[in-house]
């Protein structure tokens, strides 16, 4: 038998539904159909039809459905949702508001997708134009989906999240103290933080899009990290954006490549900034049990912004330091420091940032924190070398105490939204979501993924 073919429609109509079902039948007996009737439901359950998906056709207008709680969404809710993937399979729109037809259209055609619209219009319409529309679309796009699922991606995905929780409540709480460092060591033992939710910036936004991008391809992707990059900057661009990602994000929206705008960066010598780092340690808990593999993908991950080899370097030192996190978590606390130094520093190529961690190396945990960071950094520059080193070194030293390694790494002041992004999502794929305060959990401001 044929493998599976399937046909994704939005659509709320009962009337329509039992034509659209009747026709498909039409196509063959490879192709299945699923319908969703509301927005929402389509957004959470869609993916898991990508990888057999031949079309998608969608509604614009839709009424809830009868003793339905909540607005059912709309079209267009749907069409902003998959314009964040990479294309998966031609689309249809079969609306009659035709304002929001182009609206999708628009969303569509603008993410590389491939997009066409028929008018419900007569009786039989679903027989006379839709049908050898999904015909002619089907016959001459295939699906372009394109996955590399681990047996186990199920686990490393949980990781993955507990280090982005880890990372976004730090950065959160940078943020929060950036401007009276030394408070929060005190705070955080007295447990005296303000309520939620603790506002997240551009640390986590950037994180957020890696980790869906593993979520859903279980690779790095650089066209579809760009495109996420930059659609979250668009919706919600004041985040404490650097100036020169802002830069970088907007041209990519406009259409130039993430390869040009990040070779182009610092006027042709792209960026050593901190951004590759502060975004990778749910990177590492993906893949941490092939520490080669965690290379490879952070650095492709800091390609698509930070092509300087500094940034490259503090992206794939704080990914080998996040797996290790990972790996060393049944160690004692003197062989977890001395391995995770080890790993990062043989894996991490040669660099202002490697030399700065061989120093962080033979820094020992009883040296004062001030100390620490007035030697290795504290991220004042928002480099790679000036933000990596410490991060690694408190992380090392407070790889089982998550709240003791955020304190440390905010106390000293310098970056502080990033130094505790960095260190709280490498000590997080470490203790998971157990070693995270339940209480800072319920404050962390809400995403999806
Ligand atoms: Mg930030």
Same mark, same amino acid.
């Given at each position: ?164 929780? #880890?990372?976004?409540?730090? !950065? @959160? +709480?940078?943020?929060? $103290?950036?401007? &009276?460092? =030394? %408070? ?33 391809? #279980?690779?790095?992707?650089? !066209? @579809? +990290?760009?495109?996420? $990059?930059?659609? &979250?900057? =668009? %919706? ?33 010598? #792209? ?179």
């Amino acid at each position: 038998m044929a493998a599976v073919k399937t046909i994704l429609i939005l659509e709320d109509n009962e009337e329509r539904i039992t034509d659209f079902t009747r026709v498909v039948g039409e196509l063959g007996q490879e192709y299945e159909i699923k319908f969703w009737r509301d927005a929402h439901s389509m957004c959470r359950e869609c993916e898991a039809f990508f990888k057999t998906a031949a079309l998608v056709s969608l509604d614009h207008d839709l009424n809830p459905a009868a003793g339905a709680a909540g607005d059912p969404g709309t079209g267009l809710d749907v069409a902003k949702f998959l314009a964040d993937f990479i294309p998966v399979c031609p689309v249809l729109l079969h609306s009659s508001n035709t304002d929001r037809v182009y609206s999708m259209s628009n969303e569509f055609r603008f993410a590389g997708w491939t997009v066409d619209r028929v008018g419900p219009l007569g009786a039989g319409w679903i027989s006379t134009s839709w049908l050898p529309k999904v015909r002619e679309l089907i016959a001459q796009h295939s699906n372009t989906w394109k996955t590399e699922l681990p047996a186990d991606h199920a686990s490393r995905v949980e990781r993955m999240i507990a280090s982005l929780d #880890g990372l976004s409540i730090g !950065d @959160a +709480l940078g943020e929060m $103290f950036a401007y &009276r460092p =030394e %408070r929060v060591s005190s705070l955080i033992q007295q447990n005296e933080l303000h309520s939620g939710p603790w506002f997240h910036t551009d640390d986590t936004e950037m994180a957020i899009s890696i980790v869906a991008v593993l979520k859903s391809q #279980g690779h790095i992707d650089q !066209d @579809a +990290l760009s495109r996420r $990059f930059s659609r &979250r900057f =668009e %919706r919600d661009p004041e985040r404490g954006y650097g100036k020169m990602t802002r830069i970088q994000l907007r041209d990519n929206l406009a259409g130039v490549p993430w390869q040009v705008t990040s070779a182009n960066a610092f006027g042709g010598r #792209g960026s050593m900034g901190n951004g590759g780092a502060m975004r990778v340690a749910p990177l590492g808990a993906y893949f941490a049990d092939d520490l080669n593999r965690v290379v490879k993908e952070a650095q492709a991950s800091s390609m698509v912004t930070h092509v300087h080899p500094e940034g490259i370097a503090g992206t794939v030192a704080t990914a080998v330091a996040a797996a290790m996190a990972w790996q060393l978590r049944e160690a004692s606390p003197a062989e977890r420091a001395k391995r995770l130094f080890e790993a990062v520093l043989q894996l991490t190529p040669e660099s202002e940032v490697r030399r700065k961690i061989l120093v962080a190396n033979q820094t020992p945990p009883e040296v004062d924190l001030e100390a620490v960071a007035k030697a290795l950094g504290r991220g004042d520059l928002v480099t790679a070398p000036d933000t990596v080193p410490f991060c690694v070194w408190i992380a090392a030293h407070y790889l089982d105490n998550y709240p003791d390694a955020l304190a440390a790494a905010i106390c000293v002041g310098g970056d502080c939204d990033t130094n505790a992004a960095i260190v709280g999502g490498i000590v997080a794929a470490g203790v998971g979501r157990d070693g995270i305060p339940q209480s800072w959990l319920e404050c962390k401001e809400p995403f999806l993924i």
